[in-house]
């Protein structure tokens, strides 16, 4: 059973299976202040929209109606200012006309000081009413930012200014520019990046082991060089989408340093940012990078940047002469959106110094206590439990003799089956383990663990119950024992079918599905040539009505005879399951 919830806390970008980085659900307080999206992306300057109000006066406790329409828009936010004084807090706050469409949001610790969208749902307007405070001042401006895409935005449309009676004519101060991420000069590299070096001159960390970027564009390569002061960092990996890494204290997502090369428009967009929790990762200012380029060619994207190894007073930017865990991450990414990671990210085995002695360090995409999670179950369910079923169905006669007081067939079976048990206890606790608790995100996978686990323990504990051989009860305990027992079985292959997928234990597919379906056809088919033996066989011994003549071959004779083929067979089984059994953990330990 694969850690539940995935192992999750290993991954560099592991977002919410919902949008990165563009609120779709409209909870952007974050925003309240600049009203400037956190999508990394200038703002367009001719807003194509307008934001109305019903009447230019108002009484403090008056209700205005406010709308916002326009081309059709995904996002949106509003608030009300002094119109004085744009930059201040929000006055007063607002009540919603339509609450499918809009959400009151809490700015500058006042409730419902703004609005904001509920989903990305196109729309061409929106209408919420203001309620003007007893403290109102004399003029007030409504500001809106409407989001059309992800890169296409507005920031701060205003509405025309109103104004309570007696208050004095409106002058219009000094207009102030809507923030704006500045863009930062980005070259174009000439060349790709080698590893040459690595372990030598620069820090290096890459998949698949000793690849070369400069040879393969599929090579996920990162690399840290020092030069007094600062670090110059590389990363390359495939074009499509975005390419990340993030420095770590652990092997969980959250608090962690994190940088992106995101491809868009034939472009690539170099952005540091950071991760709170396991929410999706904020993009920060530039300004913390220096020498910025990138290159897209053979199906590659590779980027590059300066910073210094030290950065006092620049927020989320950790410094670079401490140990960290290392991620590194491809994903997704749609007009400079990205989206969750389908691949689980490499972690480094262990904490790095990236300044200091220059390093070639591996990284695995699967934890080791869940790589020991699968292997163990893999032993336990796809040989120890296959070949004790085998034993016990067909082999009595062929492994009849004594052994430490009990038929060998039964001993055989009995020991493997205990391994089982034993093998699956302590699978079960080391996704535990790791993940520190239960979690949903590993699907049905960790449900079907726990049948198993359930039914792996009660077993031996009913065997152990067992009734004597003609015992009017052992009928009962036979049939239940088979039942328990294959339906493990089932159980058991289904959750290693659901496991195989999760990104917890990384296995590369579509192989492996077709490896696991393989077992299973191997597992059946031998069932099935062995059926087919006892049948013949026992054809083979039966009483001629007619003649009332026996032939003269006792079923004990003709088992006799096939005992040959059994064990032929038997080999061939065992073989062939420790083959599987050897390359799915073969796959496991490269991960």
Known sequence: MAAPGRTAAALLLLLRLSLVAGYPSGRVTESCGDMVPRHGHAPRPDPVHSVA????????????EVTVSGPEFKGFLIEARDAEDLSGAPV?????????????LTCGDKQGSAVSHTSAHKKT????????PGSAPNHVQFLATVLEKYKIYWVRIPSPVISQPKAPPFSTPGTTPAPSPASPAVSRLTKPFSASGCGSKKF???SPWACDPAKEATCLFLSFTRDNQSVTVEMSGPSKGYLSFALSHDRWMGDDDAYLCIHEDQTVSIRPAHLTGRSHPALDSWDALEDMAWRLEDGGMQCSFRRNITLPGVENRFDLNTSYYIFLATGAAKDGRIYRHSQQPLITYEKHEVTGDP???GASRAPPLLRAHGALMLMSWMTAVSVGVIVARFFKPVLSRPLFGESAWFQVHRALMLITSFLTCIAFVLPFIYRGGWSSRAGYHPYLGCV???LAVLQPLLAAMRPPLHDPRRHLFNWTHWGMGTAARIVAVAAMFLGMDLPGLA???????????GFVAWHVGAEIVLEVHAYRLSRKVEILDDTRIQ???TFTMAEAEGHGFKKAVLAVYICGNVTFLVIFLSAVSRL
């Open 125 to 132: 307007e929106v209408r919420v009413y203001w309620d003007a």
């Open 359 to 361: 390093q070639d360090v």
């Open 204 to 206: 290096c960390v890459r």
């Open 507 to 517: 296995l590369p597919g579509p192989w492996k599905t077709y490896v696991m379906l």
């Open 92 to 104: 007063g706050s607002f009540t919603l006309i339509d609450s499918q469409e809009s959400q009151l």
């Open 452 to 454: 198993v686990l359930v």
């Open 551 to 553: 032939i003269m071959q």
């Open 53 to 64: 109000v019903a009447r230019t006066t108002f009484m403090p406790g008056d209700q205005i």
